[in-house]
């Protein structure tokens, strides 16, 4: 069957690797599936959301490569949600309450001391007409709660197997406000239902959530999805990741030089198997199995992915990077550097160290004389060092790293770098010339 996903952040901040994980897993689970993905924005919280966060979200999907299908704002859907409450209303389900924030908070006292668990006493259903209308005549508005059923909720998960919520546990949740604001649990029933979602993927954050969700989409009549939660991330000491640690958001990994396609690799198996690195979404696409995500919290580690990052790049063609080089960086250059880069910007260091002026570093200056001397005439290509090398060895009675390193040094002024069989052709005779002589060319 193809599968209807959401990913649903609050624009209330950029995103962090933690929401990638999800707006990832969701993806990949509707690209797997022939699905469909819908970006929703849970902007409920006008003093919190903004545009701005809005617009930083989906440039952060856009650079991930997470295209959406439809996109949608829930604060642009109050008129559902009314209809929906209405509907609650009607068939009991919804029910007016009345006691203050600091009435709450005495019962649950009391009922803690007593030993009893802090579970709302459903005073509220009670009340008679005249009590109510007795305390709307006195100015109170009412929240309203949603009457659970006091059974089990339970499904099959798709990353954790059998789950079940017992929902006599737990408090009848508070749907709307005292102001009239709704609460995401129950919105987001009210989406899912109306863009037909029939898989919803999110952390386990949410698992005792969904045990309310599905006896809500069961209130309204409607179908319930499927469920899969994630094992949330931890970071490398073992504690959660949050919004807070900043280091870890998307806009930074992009600005420390993270590719999007090394952090979709290294997301899509986290705890879940070997990373390896993909040149596209849709190889992800095709391996990805959420039945994996069942293990404990996977640790999120910064270094794994700049190694992971630079053994993409290794991956990557001309064309897939082209767009993104410095003027001056061809193909052959990319293809001699591609190998030893961590991050796509280091290409500029070897762009200037074979189509620019540099210092060489002489260390052995006879063996540079000598090299110098027998370098052959033009055209130069990846076969010319050989020739070369084999030539000067006879003449200087060297070999190895005695014979290796200074010609690395005074050619490219580096300890270290791509095959110098590879530089030698983009370094040209007359650059070679000048260094292996100790002057800057
Ligand atoms: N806005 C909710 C959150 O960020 C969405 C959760 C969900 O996917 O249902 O936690």
Redesign the pocket.
């Known amino acids: 069957m193809s599968q209807r996903v959401r990913f649903?952040?609050?624009p209330t901040g950029r995103l962090h690797v933690g929401n990638a994980y999800i707006a990832l897993a969701n993806w990949l689970y509707a690209h797997r599936h022939g699905g469909w993905f819908l970006l929703r924005l849970?902007d409920t919280d006008r003093e919190r959301s903004t545009a701005a966060f809005a617009e930083g979200i989906e440039a952060d999907l856009r650079w991930l490569g997470l295209l959406w299908d439809e996109k949608a704002h829930q604060s642009a859907r109050l008129d559902r949600y009314d209809e929906a409450a209405d509907r609650l209303r009607r068939s009991g389900r919804l029910y007016p309450c009345y006691e203050s924030p600091e009435e709450l908070s005495l019962k649950r006292k009391l009922q803690l001391q007593r030993g009893e668990p802090p579970v709302y006493d459903r005073a509220a259903l009670k009340l008679s007409e005249a009590d109510r209308a007795g305390l709307e005549a006195a100015g109170q508005r009412p929240h309203w709660r949603f009457k659970l059923s006091g059974g089990t909720s339970s499904w099959t998960d798709l990353a954790r197997g059998e789950q079940r919520v017992d929902e006599a546990s737990q408090s009848d949740p508070v749907l709307i406000r005292t102001d009239g604001s709704y609460l995401?649990t129950f919105t987001?029933v009210v989406d899912d239902i109306d863009f037909a979602v029939t898989a919803?993927i999110?952390g386990a954050d949410?698992v005792t959530n969904s045990g309310t969700q599905i006896e809500l989409f069961k209130a309204l009549d409607a179908m319930v999805p499927d469920f899969g939660h994630l094992p949330l991330l931890s970071d490398v000491a073992g504690g959660g990741l949050s919004k807070r640690i900043g280091s870890l958001s998307l806009a930074e990994l992009r600005e420390q030089g993270i590719e999007a396609l090394a952090l979709a690799s290294y997301l899509a198996k986290i705890g879940a198997g070997a990373h390896e690195p993909r040149t596209s979404l849709a190889e992800l696409a095709a391996e990805f199995d959420l039945a994996a995500f069942h293990g404990g919290s996977p640790r999120f580690d910064a270094s794994e992915l700049r190694h992971l990052n630079g053994r993409l790049l290794h991956l990557l063609s001309y064309s897939d990077v082209a767009d993104r080089l410095q003027p001056g960086v061809d193909e052959a250059l990319w293809l001699a550097v591609r190998g030893n880069i961590q991050r796509l910007a280091e290409v500029e260091e070897w762009r200037q160290i074979c189509r620019e002026a540099i210092e060489p570093r002489i260390e052995d200056r006879d063996l540079c004389a000598s090299a110098a001397k027998i370098l052959p005439p033009e055209p130069w290509d990846d076969t010319t060092w050989h020739g070369w090398i084999a030539s000067l060895k006879g003449a200087v009675g060297k070999s190895g790293r005695a014979l290796f390193h200074p010609l690395r040094l005074a050619l490219t002024g580096r300890e270290n770098g791509p095959e110098l069989k590879l530089l030698l052709p983009l370094i040209g005779r007359a650059r070679a010339a000048a260094r292996l002589q100790g002057l800057k060319g």
């Open positions: 649903a952040p609050s849970d995401y987001s919803v999110r949410h």
